[in-house]
């Protein structure tokens, strides 16, 4: 929000720096973005009066005149504005005049005529953005008046940053009353006097709310006769240095009055509303209307309108209607000032794609109790600045009034909460600057009486905020943390966190984080079928954070996909996050462990070079999670599955004590393809209470090894659907005598195997805890493993 300090100034006395200022307000918490300073002392820039215009015999857009500006001679200018008249008086810089934005100007020749001046629009004179034509001075200006006498020093405008939860400070007013706290001194809030000569309003209009929710208050007035044209120039350069364009009395002085109270207003032609009635309904599906932008709207059953007894006239909370905008033929007006519900207009808004100044403030939050306050603002100023005349009364729907928060507090509590010695008095004396009422106070506890404009404070920590903000965040000491032991709480949980995270850590994973909120599009690169599942805001705040995620595993990639594309060559993360899964009872809450990897991980740094094949990345990522699984005392076993995040044939299941608890393999092709991996790209998705499951459990001391160790290899031709799984089963269920350990090194398929077979090498090793092994007693007992093997499993003993 733009706040120009002299406009301020009207609302409270405050002796200051720009700068000191700035500090005040951040330190309070309304962040100071940006301090401009808007016009200048505009050296050598007088009023001048046009006595004289000819045609320029060169050019039919141009034209010569003769200007008076208070010097002994008159100065002839070269000119293209099309407002340009004799008797007209006109910003005139001459010759050897250095403008605003640094240009200084020298005698030219337009066109074969020479130029001793400029005539100046605003954007010239960087007032604003306007260049159509020349800025018009009032026409009692003597000519050579500087023009810094008539338009008034620079303003300083101060830029602010409005916390989402502060809608009260997106006005002038608001702002003022934060700086009346800051500086101890009164807030001054215009007085509105109004003057009702015409028939009673009732008698021009009526209101229906049809959804009281989300509309709670509306209000309407009738003004006849107005005249429309310019408003004045003091409301025309507030309003520009506020980033508002000005149009005319009538629409200026609502936005005028938005600006200084808060509450966005619009003005309808009354002529153009038929049947003498306003309707606040919903709109009906595939509702059409024009808007003020000229843009033909489709509207949803979602929506708020504004209609008449015939159409829609305007989209409520969020933009008017171009049939019933003010014009310069409007002589009746209906002035509208009303409350609606937030995430209403949010939706409207982000739906549509456009957001007013109106909607802005609307999805934040108005104080309802004043909105008819801002309806007399707005009627008082139409009559005084555009000769209107005002009908008795308002229609004022208001179904349902607001009910006033109160708030219980302790004064000590708030004390040990700030962590600063705050005595009660004060605590009472900034309650009072802030307008917030006190009851039931007995020295100990009270109870907060929240003023309506105030809709962030709802419980006694807001309260807390309040006074440690005002009483001064630097006048806080700086304490010791203290932490308590509590004998009886059982933290095991987070310890086990902690360890998981430093096993992968170890294991040479780095940790990412990402939001719960994703979009469709995202999630449907990884699985269209899940749509059902999907847990999504009925009014996010933006497309690509609008729907739950139903899975770990899309973020991870795109992580990956977003250091790829800043020249990462190898990465290698995981994330401990929720997934949201919809199912018939609701939403079911998961805790999951993700992995991702993509480039040469596994590899030495001599042979990075070399592009990484599918089944290196399988294997990669499947020694990683059998590593992440053994550090947590757990024996993973895997499955074969199919997975629409996967690549087919590449994805396996996680299993333990044969529940399903994860997924691994590699990344489908048109994911990958969104942020151009042409590699392969490994993911693992696991339950968290999986792998936690033997956090704590002590492993055995073995004793070690004094004899040593035969090995023997078998290499088995087997059919090829028999999978490795089968063959360790049945190596588990021989349990051969002295069998330390066992493991497949090779799976060939190819040349000198038949086909619809293939061959898995195993190398077995064996060692006595009692005595050394003889070459004879290992034979047999191998030969007899081979055996059982061959039996089981219709296998031959692959030669060589």
């Not at 456009?354 to 707005?378: C, H, K, P, W």
Request: net charge negative.
């Amino acid at each position: 929000m733009k706040v120009p300090v002299s406009w301020l100034k009207e609302y409270v006395d405050f002796e200051d720096t720009i700068e000191g200022l700035s500090d005040k307000l951040t330190f309070a918490g309304l962040e100071v973005e940006a301090i401009e300073k808007i016009g200048s002392d505009f050296p050598g820039v007088v009023v001048g009066e046009i006595l004289e215009i000819e045609p320029h015999p060169g050019a039919d857009k141009l034209r010569l005149c003769t200007v008076e500006y208070g010097a002994e001679e008159t100065m002839r200018v070269v000119c293209g504005a099309p407002n340009v008249e004799v008797g007209g008086k006109y910003p005139f810089a001459p010759v050897g005049t250095t403008l605003p934005g640094g240009f200084t100007l020298k005698k030219a020749k337009i066109r074969g005529e020479v130029s001793m001046g400029m005539l100046c629009a605003k954007d010239e004179l960087e007032l604003g953005e306007d260049h159509s034509g020349l800025l018009v001075l009032d026409a009692d200006l003597k000519p050579g008046t500087p023009f810094v006498d008539v338009w008034g020093q620079p303003e300083t405008v101060i830029e602010l940053e409005i916390t989402p939860n502060r809608p009260d400070w997106i006005s002038m007013i608001g702002v003022a009353r934060e700086m009346a706290t800051l500086y101890g001194t009164e807030l001054k809030v215009p007085t509105i006097g109004i003057s009702e000569t015409e028939n009673d309003v009732n008698e021009e209009i009526s209101i229906r709310i049809d959804d009281e929710v989300k509309c709670p208050r509306y209000t309407a007035r009738i003004l006849k006769g107005a005249k429309i044209g310019p408003s004045p120039e003091w409301m025309q350069q507030r309003l520009e240095a506020a980033g508002i364009r000005p149009i005319s009395n009538v629409v200026d002085i609502t936005n005028y009055v938005m600006l200084e109270t808060g509450h966005p207003l619009h003005a309808f032609d009354a002529a153009t509303v038929a049947g003498k009635q306003i309707i606040v309904r919903t709109a009906k599906a595939g509702e059409k209307m024009k808007t003020l932008d000229g843009q033909d709207r489709e509207l949803t059953a979602d929506m708020l309108v504004i209609a008449d007894a015939e159409k829609a006239s305007a989209i409520g909370g969020v933009m008017g209607g171009a049939d019933s905008e003010i014009t310069d033929a409007t002589e009746t007006i209906l002035l509208e000032a009303a409350a609606f519900e937030t995430s209403t207009i949010r939706h409207t808004a982000k739906k549509l794609g456009f957001l007013t100044d109106a909607a802005y403030r609307f999805q934040r939050g108005i104080n309802t109790d004043s909105v008819e306050m801002a309806s007399r603002r707005a009627a008082s100023l139409m009559c005084e600045l555009a000769g209107a005349k005002l009908c008795a009364g308002v229609v004022d729907v208001y179904p349902g009034t607001k009910e006033q928060i109160k708030i219980p507090f302790s004064y000590k509590r708030i004390e040990n909460m700030i962590g600063a010695e705050i005595a009660a008095d004060r605590m009472r004396e900034i309650f009072q600057t802030l307008e917030i009422g006190l009851e039931d106070d007995n020295g100990e506890t009270a109870v907060a009486v929240v003023p309506s404009f105030r809709l962030d404070l709802e419980r006694e920590v807001d309260l807390v905020e309040e006074i440690a903000r005002i009483h001064g965040v630097d006048n806080i000491p700086t304490k010791t943390p203290l932490a308590k032991v509590i004998p009886t709480a059982d933290d095991s949980r987070v310890r086990a966190v902690s360890n998981l995270r430093n096993h992968l850590q170890g294991l040479g994973v780095s940790e990412i984080l990402n939001y719960t909120l994703v979009s469709n599009p995202l999630l449907d690169l990884f699985n269209k079928e899940n749509k059902e599942e999907r847990e999504e805001l009925p009014h996010p705040i933006s497309v690509d954070q609008s729907v739950m995620r139903t899975s770990l595993i899309p973020q991870l990639v795109e992580s990956l996909g977003r250091n790829h594309s800043r020249q990462v060559s190898e990465a290698c993360f995981y994330e401990l996050g929720r997934t949201f899964n919809r199912i018939k009872g609701g939403t079911v809450q998961t805790e999951m462990v993700s992995l991702g990897m993509m480039g040469p991980v596994g590899r030495g740094l001599l042979e990075k070079r070399a592009a990484v094949s599918d089944e290196e990345m399988f294997v990669w990522m499947k020694g990683l999670v059998e590593k992440l699984f053994s550090s947590q005392h757990i024996l993973a076993e895997f499955a074969e599955q199919d997975a629409p995040e996967f690549e087919g044939g590449k994805a396996v299941s996680i299993l333990l004590d044969g529940e399903v608890v994860g997924c691994m393999g590699l990344v489908n092709k048109t994911a990958r393809a969104e942020w151009r991996l042409t590699g392969p790209v490994a993911a693992a998705e696991i339950k968290l209470e999986a792998l936690l499951k033997k956090a704590f459990v002590i492993s055995k001391t073995e004793e070690l090894a004094t004899f040593p160790s035969m090995s023997r290899d078998i290499a088995l031709v087997l059919d090829e659907s028999v999978k490795h799984e089968e063959v360790q089963a049945l190596i588990r269920k021989a349990n051969p005598k002295d069998l330390e350990s066992f493991g497949l090194f090779d799976v060939y398929q190819g040349k000198g195997i038949e086909k619809g077979k293939k061959s898995l090498a195993y190398t077995f090793v064996y060692r006595s805890a009692k005595q050394t092994l003889t070459d004879k007693k290992v034979n047999k007992a191998h030969q007899k493993l081979s055996d059982f093997l061959c039996k089981q499993l219709s296998a031959s003993l692959r030669d060589g």
